[in-house]
């Protein structure tokens, strides 16, 4: 078997027990796969591994409190909780279970668990009584309802002497648990991900804008980053953190847009997020506008079609676009989606409480000769179904011409 390798951002939290040994070769493994690692102690489990040690096999200090104003001041509890694209505790003792399993947030890595909205995984290691106790076996299955992942425990010769069930699972065994989901299929690819909506100057202080957040945008240039691809996002102006291993253009307008866009060349894949404002001012004003108490008439002209234009290119990307729609949303994006000579268009509803500025959506996506329909989800998941699909229709396209 091939060794796995990955790219996410893996938190390792160690409690406190013999087993924190083993922690400091499963670090180094996920390193040796590619993972960027931080570790996180509990204060029990530094009087078995000193962190220095895990300093020196992660390349990087290790947090152990929660009220160190010099850590906090760098990258706060919030923001490690959100920098992990997985989380594992290894060793999980029966104490720290017991800890998750009822919401304590008492020490730094009980906190990070409940802060972050990372997948959490426990390897357990503890004596084989301490294991079997109905209590821990309480805590056990509580976690799992919570959505957490267990991994192990083995059964074998304990550290006490004993032989049962409670050993942690070897650092290999661990780190195959953990990147046997994570997916580098548009690894080698470039992506390119137009996200938010434009804003379209009327004079030095107003201008012309629209609903969009720009969370699917974001959304998509994460997962495709998360699935190994070199992601270039150019987005309007959104309040929203740039996600890890994405670069990000700035910009205001659409022909601004437009500009960085052709100014990226050549890439395999486009997809087109940004609410792009279909109209601009033929002459922005170069000082704030009156009121005189009468009508006031902008003229406004058409913007260029960046998803147009970026598809009538030669060597053309494979082209993902957006159409948000209040009625009849299936004819309307059909057409679009010729119209604009896109591979594949993802159909919204949009209206009061739908679509924009919202976290989930729903969407129909549909491509020559093909369709389909996720139902209402968070729009990070709706971005894996995107680039799913996107898979689904480049194999049957070669499955096609094979
Ligand atoms: O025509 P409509 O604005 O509904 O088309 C939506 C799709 O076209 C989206 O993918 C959007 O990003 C893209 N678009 C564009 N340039 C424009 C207008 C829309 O790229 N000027």
Request: glycine content about 8%; charged content about 20%; proline content about 5%.
């Amino acid at each position: 078997m091939n060794a796995p390798s990955s790219n996410q951002r893996i938190l390792v939290g160690v409690s406190g027990g013999i087993a924190a040994y083993k922690a400091v070769v499963l670090v180094r493994r996920l390193i040796e796969a590619g993972c960027e690692v931080r570790v996180v102690m509990t204060e029990a489990a530094t009087r078995f591994v000193a962190p220095l040690t895990f300093q020196a096999v992660s390349g990087h200090p290790v947090r152990t409190t929660l009220l160190d104003a010099e850590a906090e001041s760098g990258m706060d509890h919030i923001a490690l909780a959100r920098w992990a694209d997985a989380v594992v505790v290894a060793p999980a003792s029966a104490d720290l279970m017991a800890r998750l399993a009822n919401g304590l947030a008492d020490d730094l890595l009980t906190t990070l668990c409940l802060a972050t909205d990372a997948p959490v995984h426990l390897a357990p290691a503890m004596n084989r009584q301490m294991w079997a106790h109905p209590a821990t076996q309480a805590n056990h299955a509580r976690l799992i309802e919570h959505g957490v992942t267990l991994l192990g425990p083995a059964a074998g010769a304990q550290a006490c002497g004993e032989t049962g069930e409670g050993r942690m699972l070897e650092p290999d065994a661990i780190v195959d648990a953990l990147l046997a989901n994570d997916q580098q299929d548009l690894a080698g690819r470039h992506v390119v991900v137009t996200a938010a909506g434009t804003r379209e100057p009327i004079d030095p202080v107003r201008f012309i804008a629209n609903r969009s957040s720009g969370r699917m945008g974001f959304a998509l240039a994460d997962d495709a980053a998360r699935r190994g691809a070199v992601v270039t996002l150019v987005a309007g102006p959104s309040t929203l953190p740039t996600p890890a291993r994405v670069e990000r253009i700035d910009v205001e307008t659409a022909q601004q847009m437009q500009t960085a866009v052709e100014s990226i060349g050549v890439t395999d894949i486009f997809v087109g997020a940004a609410a792009v404002a279909d109209f601009r001012l033929a002459a922005p004003v170069d000082h704030k506008l009156k009121k005189s108490g009468e009508t006031l008439s902008l003229e406004l002209v058409p913007n260029p079609d960046i998803i147009r234009g970026v598809a009538e290119r030669s060597g053309r990307p494979f082209v993902i676009g957006f159409a948000a729609e209040t009625d009849h949303v299936r004819e309307y994006a059909a057409a679009k989606r010729v119209a604009k000579g896109m591979d594949l268009i993802c159909a919204n509803e949009v209206g009061p409480g739908k679509g924009f500025d919202r976290p989930d959506n729903a969407l129909l996506l549909l491509w020559e000769g093909g369709e389909r329909e996720l139902a209402q989800a968070d729009k990070r998941h709706l971005a894996g179904e995107i680039f799913d699909t996107y898979h689904q229709i480049t194999q049957d396209r070669d499955d096609a011409s094979s």
